[in-house]
């Protein structure tokens, strides 16, 4: 962290030639379990995890803002007047449609927008980009958060959370739910989120993992995906017609006891879709449930379920995630998922300590034998959410 922090400094000092006025940074997440049922009003359980992404920030003396990513080239810059999300591309899209979204939120508030002085931001991160950890949530917070600060709004990180949300779906074109941010914003130090979407409330839950000798690793088949096309977009339409169709809001009014008529009613694809979520927030509920009456190293089948299930129903895996979560399971992990969007990206797996280093080798020797690049196995913890640094 303390690296992260240091490079972060220098990035800003590189890029706009001063000491940055402070630090702030928010992490990646991970999804222990709650696929594809954010944006159906469902319940999802994600973790923040130890990666972060930093945001140098200072203030200045006129209405522009300037941003530079580690992770690209060149400084992005504009104006805040005449901010405009339909002009906002590439990375740069993320900061400064936070900006364009923290604003609309001062403006709705009654707030002095013409007031709002310009920035200078520099993102650095170890959060890595597609792999299905969020590093653009972690951009929305980390930036959410010290605009908030810097342009002293006093916003809740709930409605962070919603601006973070805004800002993808309205500025990057990205139909994502609120998962990513909630978790980056209240994530704590072994504990998960429980996040119900539609009432948008959220309870911390002890994981105890470390105490029962349990840990977490991903595994990043570093095969790409993109929420903004395709699949993600796809999935979603099928649930909204799904829901529609059996004359509901949205797929969360509806349980396990509803699937027959599901089944009478839709087309078996749009029945799959339907299934998977009805079931995958019943699993949430069944995980919450048992990580506090029997613990962690009972939570493993619904894992495993989960991912039949995003196999399966919603058809959202890949060869390379299938083979990440058998070859953990075959190695005795007590649980494994693909995790994040699908189409690509990263699985997880619960395992004992004791087991950690032999199932990552074997993953890895599996990849190999399939004839797969090399994936990128690590283990994460669950951390602390968005705060200032410095
Ligand atoms: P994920 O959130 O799963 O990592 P996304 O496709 O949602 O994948 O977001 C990745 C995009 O977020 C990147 O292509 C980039 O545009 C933006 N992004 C992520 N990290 C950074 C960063 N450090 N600096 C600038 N942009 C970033
Ligand atoms: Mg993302």
């Known amino acids: 962290?303390?690296?992260?922090?240091?490079?972060?400094?220098e990035y800003f000092s590189s890029q706009f030639g001063a000491a940055p006025g402070g630090l702030w940074s928010a992490p990646g997440r991970v999804n222990?379990?709650?696929?594809?049922?954010?944006?159906?009003?469902?319940?999802?359980?994600?973790?923040?995890?130890?990666k972060r992404t930093l945001v140098a920030a200072s203030v200045r003396a006129d209405r522009r803002l300037r941003v530079a990513s580690s992770s690209f080239p060149g400084v992005v810059e504009v104006s805040l007047d005449g901010l405009d999300p339909d002009a906002l591309h590439g990375?740069?899209?993320?900061?400064?449609?936070?900006?364009w979204a923290m604003s609309e939120a001062a403006r709705e508030s009654g707030g002095p927008v013409d007031g709002l002085a310009g920035m200078d931001l520099a993102l650095s991160s170890d959060v890595p980009a597609g792999a299905g950890l969020s590093s653009s949530a972690a951009v929305e917070c980390a930036v959410a958060l010290a605009l908030n600060e810097l342009w002293g709004l006093g916003l809740g990180r709930q409605q962070l959370a919603r601006i973070g949300r805004l800002a993808e779906n309205r500025v990057v074109g990205a139909p994502t739910g609120i998962m990513d941010q909630s978790a980056s914003l209240l994530g704590e130090p072994d504990h998960g989120i429980l996040l119900d979407c539609q009432s948008l409330q959220t309870e911390s839950i002890a994981l105890g993992f470390a105490g029962a000798g349990l840990g977490l690793l991903v595994i990043d088949t570093r095969t790409s995906h993109s929420h903004a096309d395709g699949g993600y977009a796809s999935r979603r339409r099928s649930c909204e017609e799904g829901a529609r169709a059996m004359g509901v809001g949205s797929l969360r009014a509806l349980g396990p006891a509803d699937l027959p008529r599901a089944a009478a009613l839709l087309d078996t694809?749009?029945?799959?879709?339907?299934?998977?979520?009805?079931?995958?927030n019943q699993r949430v509920l069944d995980t919450v449930a048992t990580l506090r009456t029997r613990g962690p190293a009972a939570i493993g089948p619904f894992l495993n379920a989960s991912h039949v299930s995003m196999r399966d129903d919603f058809e959202i895996s890949t060869a390379e995630l299938d083979l990440a979560v058998s070859s953990a399971q075959v190695l005795g992990a007590v649980g494994a998922r693909m995790t994040g969007g699908g189409f690509g990206g990263a699985a997880i797996a619960l395992v004992r300590d004791s087991d950690a280093r032999r199932v990552a080798e074997g993953v890895a020797q599996a990849f190999d034998r399939a004839g797969f690049a090399a994936p990128r196995i690590f283990p994460v913890t669950a951390s602390e959410g968005a705060r200032r640094e410095s």
């Open 1 to 9: 962290m303390t690296d992260l922090l240091q490079r972060g400094r």
């Open 32 to 50: 222990l379990i709650g696929e594809h049922t954010d944006y159906n009003d469902g319940f999802a359980f994600p973790l923040a995890i130890e």
């Open 91 to 99: 990375w740069a899209a993320y900061p400064l449609g936070v900006a």
């Open 269 to 280: 694809q749009t029945f799959r879709r339907v299934r998977h979520v009805i079931s995958e």
